[in-house]
């Protein structure tokens, strides 16, 4: 069996836990859901284009084997 997450940065507390971040900052929040067990299983990943490197905001689907 399965658990699933959504991860929204819209959703995020303080208008989104991306908004405004460097695309290290979302390296690092990914990972750390790794090191949580969760898998992306989907995601949408849109970068700002008039700054290099950021700001970042993403959508998407992960899982992780229910315990």
């Known amino acids: 069996m ?3 997450k959504i ?3 819209a959703n995020a507390e303080k208008g989104g836990f991306l908004k ?3 695309v290290k900052q979302a390296e690092a929040y990914l990972n ?3 090191k949580d067990g969760w898998e992306i299983i989907d995601i949408d990943f849109q970068m700002d284009p008039t700054m290099p490197g950021g700001p970042t905001h993403f959508h998407g689907i ?4 229910r315990k």
């Open 2 to 4: 399965w658990e699933y």
């Open 7 to 9: 991860i929204d940065s």
């Open 20 to 22: 405004g971040r460097s």
């Open 32 to 34: 750390n859901l790794g």
């Open 62 to 65: 992960a899982k992780r084997s």
